[in-house]
């Protein structure tokens, strides 16, 4: 069993910055992948950006070059920090582990 804890959304202006961390705790193998993931109220849940064991990362079109994803397989923690937040960022964001387990979201509102 894995437990992931989401941490760091709130209300932010239009422009502005969150970063998100997910702590990992339990069975963990840092070969696996991890991602972001966001659900808008009435949209389906989309990716945000992932990231391999090896560093390796793929980003939504919609974030690349405002978000990054990074993780520290030492704390078995991921992070996403969000700059030039928009609007249309604003969504429950969710941390995965691998294929099977997911955290419980954190609120992200961005303000016009």
Known sequence: QVQLV??????VQAGGSLRL???????????????WYRQAPGKQR??????????STNYADSVKGRFT??????????YLQMNSLKPGDTAVYYC?????????????TVSS
Do not use: P
């Open 46 to 55: 989309e990716l945000v950006a992932e990231i391999t064991s090896g560093g």
């Open 6 to 11: 989401e941490s760091g959304g709130g209300l």
């Open 96 to 108: 995965r582990y691998g294929l099977t387990y997911w955290g419980q979201g954190t609120q992200v």
């Open 21 to 35: 961390s997910c702590s990992a705790s339990g069975s963990i193998f840092s070969t696996k992948n991890m991602g």
């Open 69 to 78: 994803i990074s993780r520290n397989n030492t704390k078995n923690t991921v």
